[in-house]
């Protein structure tokens, strides 16, 4: 896997470090789209997933795309047709839909990221350390 992004959606594909660095970032919620190697990215949650990002572009939140086969964490998703998104906060599972549900994800986002205040505190603390 690439660690490069794409400017053309809040999606990309991530290293390793990249993503535990994410999962890791205190504050920060990652949201995950798991999918199968055979069947690929669900296209049809792409436009969701930009408008979501567009949305909440200062929050606190970084999509990424994870082939199941690639992660020996994911292999209870691996051969399925249908994408999981989990979502991450501190290394930790929070949530996590199975299939294409915008207006889901976008409530446990909602839900999920920490205020503007929680989120500078977090990054005050990082800082110190």
Known sequence: ???????SGPVWFVSV????????????????QVYSEWCGKCECIEGTLK???AEKDDAPVEFVLLEASKFDFLKEYRNRSKPYFAFYKQGELIESVEGVDGPKI???????LPSKQEYEEALAELNKK
């Open 1 to 7: 896997m690439r660690g490069t992004s794409s400017s």
């Open 17 to 32: 470090q990249r993503l535990l660095a994410g999962l890791l970032l205190t504050g920060f919620i990652t949201v995950a």
């Open 51 to 53: 408008r979501i990002k």
């Open 106 to 112: 976008l409530q446990l986002l909602d839900q999920c």
